[in-house]
């Protein structure tokens, strides 16, 4: 097979194997033959071009023909002209396919079913991919670019898929991206005829002479493919040793959304995989602090955003309009005048490893005052980063109002305005017939919309028997919330989202937010929030009030005070004004009171039994074999870095500090290792060595790359000179001084080279490769020992007898 038969198939493979990734998306996955077989026409075809000498831009246009041809053959055939030509009616329907599998992938929840518009968005789009893979590695030679995309074929499995697209898929994709490569390199070597093996890495130097009569020493591929294996094995082991928080919206860099000026909009997110992650992390490493004047700091949410679209497949936000942060943020919708308000300060201070896009505020914020890149998004009241802005050690203060609406005042609330009940009121048609009929049930004794939402939170947090789960899958779906009814185990994500449908399907507006939970207290008077406090709940509107907080989920967050038998009805009072000074501390969490109501008893919200104020210890510590294991991994850390110098170091006193042997070859052995020094200080200086060079020309080049004045430049020529001695001349004269030459040379690369070059050369030195290169070179020596030894040679031999006899 030809260099570029070779490098098509290959192509093909890389192609075939990060489509691989797309293979946990849907159900069943038959779909990948279909593709397997139309890109290996594609591929085909391009073969076949490649073959007639015109330009490389008609091979790619023959192949983009040929791959409409085949999408029209395979999904739009009885529309198409002669039932292969892609017509006006085929050109419709596929589009027309095209829309309604873009609608099926916002439907359905992952695995999702292969319906014939999925199928077109899946074949199409590895045909795609495959073409731009094979037109870059194969038609324009250069395989190198062909990885970004494969990279985009992995990134939107990996997207997509709830846990990632998985470390097999990945080593899959990477293993095809590295064929492709080392199938290029190949190629390329052989364009030069014959390869010889060059001189050897070993300590024979320029002594080792060519490859052996009849040997194939594909010396830079086999570097090639061993650099290339360890990489891979890097980039699988590394991400699992190294902690770190997960992505997402709760713990991670989210995706940039806003754009400068008056317009932008803020794209949908799904922030649940990432907040199942950090209610399940082993340690509750903190992502935020704060201090606040708020009388009650128990209720103290912290809000990111809020989910207002139920699609069947997901609860989302919508897309919005972003503008500027406004200097005082408008009146909460809904909100009235009779409804008793405080103003209260907040300072908050997020980890610098806590980087997302939204800003965690609490609910209403009136106004914020941070610094940065932030746009505003007003029905949601949220801060959306701009243009890469994140919270990462952010510091910023809020002003938020404490809402105290009454039961009384809730349960007259009137009807909410239409456009708005329109919206956050719709279910989809697939909304499981249990949820209206549980709901309905739950309040059938309820009058008033009010009743209803405290008779459906009550269910959830004590009167229905459930349990919380954070290791329940997090899907968010008609079928996910059936199956939480019918198992009643979940955590805050079911417990949210199935109470926002039962709350919608019964008449009441509905959503459901995504933030923390207050967290907790410190002795130093600061609230401490970590990743164990990611929470969602759901929010009701009420007309007169505005969007209200419940909480369903057991044993999390607080209850509000208005949705408790003994809820206060009193007067209401004027807003407080926040204080100008510093924010204060925020009171201790409350004490136990024998009147605590019994439905706040259950879910542990009455307080520590213990005097107000003291904070036992709740931490046993850290065992010290954690202790010790980090300990070692530091001093790891902090030695791995100056492993290259510490060799080099020691490399530099073994080859000039060697002791005057009294035979001829140990004389030749020190001129070698000098000049290999040589050449190793000019590698590090960024001189690389170029072995196919005789002596003379390769210290002529030293020289001349690393502008070495005449002292030096003699110096290079001495040792040179005194290498070709030792190995051309029949009787080598004796040559001394070569240790201070090397030095000196050394020396003056180390003055003509900039302050970045010269602290590279002595903390990354290009040169301590060698080391990869020794130990490659022991391994395959001792694997060839092995399959050599004479003792498998002697039962091979008494098999063969043994055979031979009993014939």
Not at 284 to 289: K, N, T
């Amino acid at each position: 097979m030809s260099g570029r038969g070779r490098l098509a198939l290959c192509a093909f493979a890389a192609t075939l194997m990060a489509s691989g990734a797309l293979l946990p998306l849907v159900d069943p996955a038959g779909w990948i033959l279909q593709a397997a077989l139309l890109l290996a026409i594609q591929s085909g075809v391009g073969a076949l071009a490649r073959r007639v000498p015109w330009a490389r831009a008609l091979t790619v246009a023959a192949q983009m023909l040929v791959t409409v041809v085949l999408l029209t053959v395979a999904f739009a055939r009885d529309q198409a002209v002669f039932g292969v030509l892609p017509g006006p009616r085929a050109v419709q329907w596929l589009g027309e396919l095209f829309a309604a599998g873009f609608e099926d992938v916002g439907k359905y929840a992952i695995p999702a079913p292969v319906t014939d518009g999925i199928r077109l968005m899946l074949v199409g789009g590895v045909l795609l991919i495959g073409l731009a893979v094979d037109a870059l590695a194969v038609t324009f030679r250069s395989a190198a670019p062909a990885g970004l995309p494969l990279l985009a074929l992995y990134s939107v499995a990996a997207g997509l898929s709830e846990d990632g697209a998985g470390r097999l898929w990945f080593t899959l994709a990477a293993s095809g991206y590295l064929l492709l490569l080392l199938a290029e390199g190949r190629n390329r070597l052989s364009q030069w005829g014959r390869v010889f093996g060059g001189v050897s890495r070993s300590s024979g130097g320029l002594a080792a002479g060519v490859a052996e009569p009849g040997g194939r020493a594909f010396a830079s591929l086999r570097t090639g493919r061993r650099i290339g294996v360890l990489t891979l094995g890097i980039a699988l082991v590394v991400p699992a040793v190294l902690p770190a928080l997960d992505g997402g919206l709760l713990a991670g860099a989210g995706a940039g959304t806003g754009r400068g000026g008056g317009g932008g909009t803020i794209s949908a997110v799904n922030p649940l995989v990432s907040l199942q992650n950090n209610l399940n992390q082993p340690e509750d490493r903190e992502v935020m602090s704060y201090r606040t004047n708020s009388a009650a700091p128990e209720d103290f949410y912290l809000r990111i955003l809020a989910l207002d679209q139920f699609n069947g497949s997901e609860w989302r936000p919508s897309t919005r309009r972003l503008t500027d942060v406004p200097q005082r943020l408008p009146q909460p919708v809904g909100l009235g005048s009779g409804v008793a308000v405080t103003e209260v300060r907040t300072n908050l201070t997020a980890s610098p490893s806590y980087q997302q896009t939204y800003l965690p505020l609490p609910y209403p914020a009136t106004e914020v005052r941070i610094g940065g890149r932030w746009r505003y998004e007003p029905e949601g009241r949220t801060l959306v980063g701009d243009e890469g802005q994140t919270t990462g050690d952010a510091k910023y203060e809020v002003s938020s109002l404490v809402v105290r609406p009454t039961a009384d005042q809730l349960a007259s609330a009137g009807p909410p305005p239409s456009d708005l009940a329109r919206e956050y009121t719709q279910v989809p048609d697939s909304l499981p017939d249990v949820v209206r009929r549980t709901a309905a049930e739950v309040t059938k004794d309820a009058t008033n919309a009010y009743e209803r939402a405290v008779a459906l939170q009550d269910w959830f947090a004590s009167d229905g028997g459930f349990t919380y789960d954070t290791t329940v899958s997090s899907g968010t779906g008609t079928a996910a919330i059936g199956r939480f009814l019918r198992e009643k185990q979940g955590f805050c994500v079911h417990f949210s989202f199935t109470m926002a449908a039962m709350a919608r399907s019964l008449g009441i507006p509905a959503r459901v937010s995504v933030g923390f939970t207050p967290g907790t207290f410190q002795s130093n008077g600061s609230m401490s929030v970590g990743l164990r406090d990611a929470h969602a709940w759901p929010e009701l509107y009420f007309e007169g009030v505005g969007w209200t907080r419940f909480e369903p989920t057991p044993t999390r967050g607080s209850t509000p005070s208005y949705t408790l038998p003994d809820a206060p009805t009193g007067s209401t009072d004027d807003p407080a004004q926040p204080s100008a000074g510093a924010s204060q501390a925020p009171s201790a969490a409350p004490s136990a009171s024998a009147n605590c109501p019994e439905q706040m008893r259950r879910q542990g919200e009455c307080g520590p039994s213990a005097l107000p104020g003291a904070v036992g210890p709740t931490d046993p510590g850290t065992p010290t074999r954690t202790v010790v294991l980090l300990g070692v991994a530091a001093a790891l850390a902090l030695a791995l870095p100056a492993l290259p110098l510490l060799w080099r170091t020691r490399a530099r006193g073994r080859r000039l500090g060697s002791s005057a042997g009294r035979t001829p070859a140990d004389a030749t052995a020190r001129t070698l290792a000098a000049w290999r020094e040589l050449t190793d200080s000019a590698w590090d200086h960024g001189i690389a060595p170029d072995e196919s060079q005789t002596p003379r020309k390769a210290a002529a080049r030293i020289v001349r790359r690393g502008e070495l004045d005449g002292t030096a430049a003699a110096s290079v020529h001495r040792v040179a000179d005194a290498v070709e001695q030792a190995l051309y001349a029949p009787r080598p004269r004796a040559t001394t001084g070569l240790a201070e030459d090397v030095l000196a040379v050394r020396t003056a690369l180390r003055a003509s080279a900039g302050r970045p070059a010269r602290v590279r050369a002595l903390i990354a030195p290009r040169s301590a490769v060698r080391v990869v290169w020794s130990v490659s070179e022991r391994w395959a020596a001792l694997v060839r020992r092995w399959s050599e030894r004479p003792g498998r040679d002697r039962w091979a031999g008494r098999l063969h007898g043994l055979s031979r006899r009993r014939g």
